[in-house]
């Protein structure tokens, strides 16, 4: 099926996603006199004194916005924030299908980091937590950990870690059927962007440690003249042999590729220099490292990708409605390592041992059931980790 035709034809008849709804009925006096004004006031000075309220008299406990720049929308690259916008209600739909979650898109016109940092500190107050999506790097990190430090509420940014915590999901169960230790594999993960970046530090989390991060322009060792500030830290805590070269270079005798780059960049080749049972994750969209076709000629053992088209789709759809679930119901301060921890096992272990297989190593992203799993198990890292405000 020709899905790029079928989904303009549909975003056309849809004219949007997403809509907003009363949860209330206005329609007698007393009804309008109870919601809005006058009685509203006395709901309003609740809030003033005690700005908690907030959280139990409005939506606001259940709200989420899906920002973004629209400085790298999927595979796509900088094509703005109104362009952007498709896929951010597309997101906003999944919050609200799988998590219950009442999310809508922020589409930000500025590339400028502080006045996007600005913006959307103005506005925490309307939200319960706030995901951030399609922000290039490397202003992604530093518009995260700077929101991270000065707001009180959940911020993610999907890119990052929704990516890495399916991943790593991914990966414990593919090296469960590899009968491979993730900290004796060597790890090739293509593109150094947030994703990648991001990835790299969750599986050394994990236990890995013999991983090689590649650009563009090739392995990404300690004092390569091209690399940005993050990537200058991800250099100096990989590629312990400091290998230099190209991602074919880097392939040779691994264990697992990771990508989260660009089309076409992998041949039968490479993959063929791989170690036995090699596990192939090439999560580029809409169009992969390989064709999953050639990866399998070529002796791949496992594969994995980002799209639906194919067997073992390693998407972060399985994530994000799940662990804000959890967080919103926790009430959480923040998103910490082990609450994203807890997340990666949770989704893992929703396939059973009988279950597990080549061609089956995570559940489908429209298993509700997963999700719920997601949600009670970052509930419950939240709490065992005490960043809840109101369960102690």
Known sequence: MDYSKRSVKCHKKWRGKIEIKARVKVDTRDRLSTAYTPGVAAACLEIKNDIDKSYELTRRWNTVPVITDGTAVLGLG????????????GKAALFKTFGDVDAYPLCIRS?????IIRTIKLFAGSWGGINLEDISAPRCFEIETRLKEELDIPVFHDDQHGTAIVTAAALINALKLANKKMEEVKIVINGAGAAGISICKFLMQFGAKHLIMCDLKGIIYDGAPWLNKAQMEISKMTNENKLQGTLKDAMRNSDVFIGVSG???????MVQSMNEKSILFTLANPVPEINPILAKEAGAYILGTGSSQYANQINNVLVFPGLFRGALDARASTVN?????????????????EELSPEYILPYAYDKKAHEIVAKSVFEAAIRTKVSKIYK
């Not at 089309?263 to 080749?269: A, F, G, L």
């Not at 997340?343 to 272990?349: Q, R």
């Open 111 to 115: 590339k400028d980091t502080e006045e």
């Open 78 to 89: 900088d094509i703005g924030p109104e362009a952007g916008m498709p896929v951010m209600e």
């Open 337 to 353: 390592f082990e609450m994203m921890k807890a997340a990666s096992v949770g989704i893992s272990e929703c396939v059973s041992e």
């Open 263 to 269: 089309p076409n960049c992998v041949t039968k080749e």
